[in-house]
């Protein structure tokens, strides 16, 4: 669908830092790991993986860089109690074009928990809100920082598997895979589809990669919605929750592709495709 351009844009970004990592604990290809970096995968610390050697960056400060540049200018990190890695590295003196809080999730209890722990924060707003393992396009983010009203990015398959980020076809069935109504408006989303349905969606499919914008309806309904039987409170289901009771969540197309941080043997590419970008917080 063709998104709105907001009046008002969302300014405001709720970063999912808090989860477990355990994925990214497994072993994978750890040949190449720095010694911080495999620290990092054995703290399952995601988002805190250093990426860049001579400057010391972390996948964070690119997906924080790359949302200043697409209009963001206030961040809520969601963090677990032990956080001071996360404030020693965004101290206010040290920011130019943003303004980062932190969010104490306890427990990983999942992504609509973790959303809900900015509530308060959040004030009410619109706000955009995304994985911490995850680096989105700034023309993506852009997109839901414009937009009027909460709704979903979606990525084609085909902008998924294709150029020198390409993600596997196979590792889309960890995702979701997104169906719209004839109005390009929100109707179902399909958690981890298998290989034949996927294969069969098309290269037009869209998958969501969670880049959201919410506002204070899904807010509510994070606060609402049941355990799953993963034990787990989660966005997806709280969206839906907010839908049925009357909030539309339109479908935002937009090209990837997203870099994905999720396992040990992700870091090397992430390296290579970042070798080049600059970091301006």
């Known amino acids: 669908m063709v998104c709105r351009a907001a009046r008002v844009a969302a300014v405001k970004l709720i970063v999912m830092a808090r989860g477990l990592g355990t994925r990214m604990q497994r072993r994978g290809a750890t040949g190449g790991l720095s010694a911080a970096q495999a620290t990092a995968a054995q703290r399952g610390a995601k988002a805190l993986m250093p990426v860049e050697g001579a400057h010391g960056r972390v996948l964070l400060d690119y997906l924080l860089s790359r949302a200043a540049d697409a209009g963001v200018t206030h961040v809520c990190l969601i963090v677990p109690p032990e956080h001071e890695a996360f404030l020693s590295l965004y101290r206010p003196s040290q920011l130019t074009r943003l303004s980062i809080d932190v969010a104490v999730q306890p427990t990983a209890l999942g992504t609509a928990h973790a959303v809900l722990a900015a509530r308060t924060w959040a ?44 993600l596997p076809r196979e590792r889309l069935t960890g995702f979701a895979l997104v169906q719209a109504n004839a109005f390009g408006r929100l109707q179902r989303l399909v958690e981890k589809p298998d290989a034949d349905m996927l294969a069969g969606a098309g290269d037009d499919a869209l998958i969501s990669m969670n880049l ?69 917080l």
Do not use: K
Request: aromatic share 4%; glycine share 8%.
């Open 212 to 280: 959201w914008r919410i506002g204070a309806s899904i807010m509510d309904a994070c606060a609402a919605v049941p355990m799953s039987a993963r034990g787990e409170y989660e966005l997806p289901a709280a969206v839906m929750l907010a839908m049925a009771e009357g909030t539309p969540v339109d479908v935002c197309t937009v090209d990837g592709p997203v870099l994905d941080l999720s396992r040990q043997d992700d870091v090397a590419g992430v390296m290579r495709a970042l070798r080049d970008e600059v970091v301006r």
């Open 123 to 166: 004030a009410g707003d619109d706000c955009l809100v995304v994985n911490g393992d995850n680096l989105y396009p700034v023309d993506a983010l852009r997109t839901l920082v414009q937009h009027q009203v909460p709704a979903l990015g979606a990525f084609p398959v085909r902008s998924m598997t294709t150029g020198p980020t390409a």
